[in-house]
């Protein structure tokens, strides 16, 4: 059982948009920074997003991220056949660090 | 460009201990933080914990997940690129994709990973 609530899978046509939910509570989202990964299995996870809205250089735009409250959502716009993958959110809760449970990115 | 490998034993014995490296290239391993984490079969991520290296010898906090804490230690070797990971009394529970990954102290965030290395554990 993870910290963090993700959906299981999300899914949409190429070209459309996806939003993925990462919801927690007061003793996590609620007092710090989410952050976002990319993972295709058989790789190393990639960072998409952290400090809630900010992207590293070389993520491309068609990621964005944004929280409020105790909740956060990744957005994909402009769905690519190679943006199906796992995603998962991640932040602080009191002492230590936690993720959400990852949701799948289906292009149909 | 930065890069971080795993590597160690893919099966470990029951209550034995799980030893683990990450090996960093394209990157110092001063002023950062460096992280395991692990994801069992089917399930999602677990943090395990951190070493902060500050370069110094009276400064290096390390930080761990309370559900391991009794068992795990993380150290970092500045000299050969390296932070390794030990987890004692290793239980089947233990059998997890492991991965090793970085944070700058100024992002919330671990900003690269390795790509993991499984480790089994069973007699």
């Known amino acids: 059982q993870s910290v963090l609530t993700q959906p299981p899978s999300v899914s949409a046509a190429p070209g459309q948009k996806v939003t993925i939910s990462c919801s927690g509570s007061s003793s996590n989202l609620g007092n710090n920074h989410v952050s976002w990964y990319q993972h295709l299995p058989g790789t190393a996870p990639k960072l998409l997003i952290y400090?809630?809205?900010k992207r590293p250089s070389g993520i491309p735009d068609r990621f964005s991220g944004s929280k409020s409250g105790t909740s956060a959502t990744l957005g994909i716009t402009g769905l690519q056949t190679g943006d199906e993958a796992d995603y998962y959110c991640?932040?602080?809760?009191?002492?230590?660090?936690?993720f959400g449970g990852g949701t799948k990115v289906t292009v149909l | 460009q930065v890069q971080l490998q795993e590597s160690g034993p893919g099966l470990v014995k029951p209550s034995e201990t799980l030893s683990l490296t990450c090996t960093v290239s394209?990157?110092?391993?001063?002023?950062?933080?460096w992280s395991w984490i692990r994801q069992p079969p089917g399930k999602g991520l677990e943090w395990i914990g951190y070493?902060?290296?500050?370069?110094?010898?009276?400064?290096?906090?390390?930080k761990y997940n309370p559900s391991l804490k009794s068992r795990v230690t993380i150290s970092v070797d500045t000299s050969k690129s390296q932070f390794s990971l030990k987890l004692s009394s290793v239980t089947a529970a233990d059998t997890a994709l492991y991965y090793c990954a970085s944070q700058h102290p100024s992002m919330v965030a671990f900003d690269y990973w390795g790509q993991g290395t499984p480790v089994t554990v069973s007699s």
């Open positions: 991640g932040t602080w809760d009191t002492t230590m660090r936690v």
């Open positions: 394209g990157a110092f391993l001063t002023s950062y933080y």
């Open positions: 400090d809630n809205d």
């Open positions: 070493m902060y290296n500050s370069g110094t010898t009276d400064y290096n906090p390390s």
